[in-house]
C-alpha cells in the first residue's frame, strides 16, 4: 500500500469549520439581537435557499473598506467590464475577486500552485471568461517576490499559515467572496465551482472532503494530492540526477530517450504523430539505449544515465518495502517545459522545480531548520514527521460525503507531465472507489480524463485546451455526464487557432485513429478500451 494511503486509513478528517457554528453562536447571543435579516445572511453562508433572496446591490467603488466576515476589501475598481476587488484575511491570506458587470449568477475559485504565496489570477478553461465570478487567493501567505511558488519559508514556526496552505484558505476565502457578491449584486451566487491544477487541483480536492457543500462541482487538473510523497519523490529524483557523478542528461541525451520511447509506442494508437495515445500499452525498455561497456556517445546513455532514467520512471520504494510513489511514465522528455524544467538538463543546470519544491517541505515544513542540508535527509529515520505532514497536507480519496451532498467531481492529467504523475491519478481514482463503496458509487459523481500528450496542466505535444469547466457545469446543470458530452480537446497556435483536435475519452479509454481521415481531426478518432 502506497504510504500516503496508509497515513490516510488512519487519520481522521482535521477539524472543518461548520455552518452550525455561526447558528449555534447566534442562538447564544439570542437570536433577537440579530434579527431575521442576520439568520438569512447565516444560512446563506450554509448555502440554504434563503440565500439567493435578493438584497440592495452595492457598486464597486462602495465596496472598498467595507468588512465582510473575517475579511476586508483594501481595493475596489472598476475597469474593462468588471470591478475588481483586493482585500485580505488574517492579514497573510490575501483575495482578490474580479466581478463581471454581465453576471451568469455563477462563481468560480482558481487555485494556486507550488508552495502559493502570491495571487495568479489564471483559469484553465475558456469558459472562464464568460461572466464567472472569478475568486483567487495567496493560499494564506506573501512569498519571497524572487521565488514564488517555490518559497516555503512561511511553514517554519507558523501554525496559522500551515493550516491556511494545507486546506482552509479557500474556504475562509469563498465566504468572504460569497458576502462581497450578495453585496455587489444583491444576491448570492446559484452556482459555486472550484478548478485547480497541481497544488490547485490539491487544493481542489481538500475543499471536496473537509468542506464538501462549499462547491457544486470541481475540476482537479493533474493534483499533487499525496503532496508529502511527491515532494519525498522529488528529492530522490534531485539526489541522483545532481548528486551522482554523470547522472544527468544533457538535451541530446533526451532527444534520444524521448525518440526512442516514441519509436516504440507512438503506432500503437494507429497513427506516427509524436503523440503516445495509450500509456498503458508503452512497455518502452530503455536497456537498448544503455552504451557498451567502456563506451560514451551521443546515440547511447552511460551506465549512471541509465541508473537516473531507471530512478525516475521507477516506483520511489522506501528500504520497509513501502511504495511512497509510483514513478514517471516515458514520454515528452525532450519538451523544454517537461524534464529539461522539472529534473534538470545538466550538472550546472540551477537547481530544477522538483528539488526547489522538495527543499522546502524538508528545510520547514518536516525539520523546521532553514540551514539543514536536504542531502543528507534520509526518509525512513522520520516517518513520524512524515506521517504528520501527510495528514495535514494530502487529500484524502474519502470523497463519500462530497458525492453524498450531489456534487460532481472531473479529475484530468497530462500523460507526459513531468511535475506530477499521471500514475498518481491513476492510484487516487482507484482509491476513491474503494473509499466510497465501490466503483459504482465513485463513477456517479465522478469521472477521469487521460490527456495524451500534454505536459503539467498544460504545453506538451498533445491537444492541452479542454474547457472542463463547462463540462462540469452542464453535469450540474442539465445531469450530462462530461463523458457523454462529445468532449474534445484541442492544441492551438500562438493566435488561438486550433492546430489538433483529439477527442478527451474517459479513463482507462483512448484516442485510437480509425485508419483514415485527417490526422488533425478529433472525427477520425474514437475512444477505445486498452
Known sequence: ??????????????????????????????LRLFGMSMLALLLSACGGSEGNEATPPEPCSGLKGRTFGEGIVDE???SNGECKVNGSIRTDLRFQIHLPDTWN????????????????????????????????????????????????????????????????????????ARD????????????????GCSNGGREALMQATHFPEDYDAIVSRAPAYDFTSLLLAFLNNAKQVR??????????????????????????????????SDPARCTFDPAALRCAPGTEGSDCLTDAQMDTVATVYSPYVLNNGTTLYPG???????????WPMWLGTSATTPMAGQHVLAEGLVKYWLMEEPDYDVSTFVPEEHLDRIAAASAMLDATPDLAAFFAAGRKLILAHGTTDWAISYKSSIDYFEEVSGAVGGAAVRDASMEFFL????????????PDVIDL???????????ERPSAQGLIAEKRDGGGEPTLRRPLCPYPTFPQYKGSGDPASADSFSCVAP
Open 469 to 479: 469547466l463547462e463540462a462540469a457545469d452542464r453535469w450540474v446543470e442539465a445531469g
Open 105 to 176: 449568477k455563477k462563481l468560480v475559485f482558481g487555485g494556486g500552485g507550488g508552495w502559493d504565496g502570491m495571487i495568479l489570477p489564471f483559469t484553465y478553461s475558456p469558459s472562464t471568461s464568460g461572466g464567472y465570478v472569478l475568486v483567487f487567493s495567496n493560499g494564506g501567505h506573501e512569498s519571497d517576490a524572487a521565488v514564488p511558488p517555490f518559497d516555503a519559508s512561511f511553514a517554519l514556526n507558523n501554525p496559522q499559515a500551515r493550516e491556511d496552505f494545507a486546506y482552509l484558505s479557500s474556504h475562509a476565502t469563498l465566504l468572504v
Open 243 to 276: 548528486h551522482t557523478a554523470g547522472g544527468a542528461l544533457d538535451v541530446v541525451k533526451l532527444r534520444l530517450l524521448s525518440n526512442a520511447v516514441l519509436q516504440a509506442c507512438d503506432a500503437l494508437d494507429g497513427l506516427e504523430d509524436g503523440i503516445v
Open 1 to 30: 500500500m502506497p504510504y500516503h494511503a496508509a497515513v490516510r486509513t488512519t487519520q481522521s478528517h482535521l477539524p472543518s469549520p461548520s455552518c452550525t457554528r455561526p447558528l449555534r453562536k447566534a442562538r447564544t447571543m439570542g
Open 76 to 78: 475596489a475598481t472598476s
Open 328 to 338: 514517471w511514465g516515458p514520454g515528452g522528455e525532450s519538451n523544454a517545459d517537461g
Open 180 to 195: 462581497i457578491v450578495r453585496a455587489h449584486y444583491g444576491e448570492a451566487p446559484a452556482r459555486s465551482y472550484f478548478e
Open 451 to 462: 490527456q495524451p500528450g500534454v505536459q503539467h496542466c498544460q504545453g506538451g505535444d498533445g
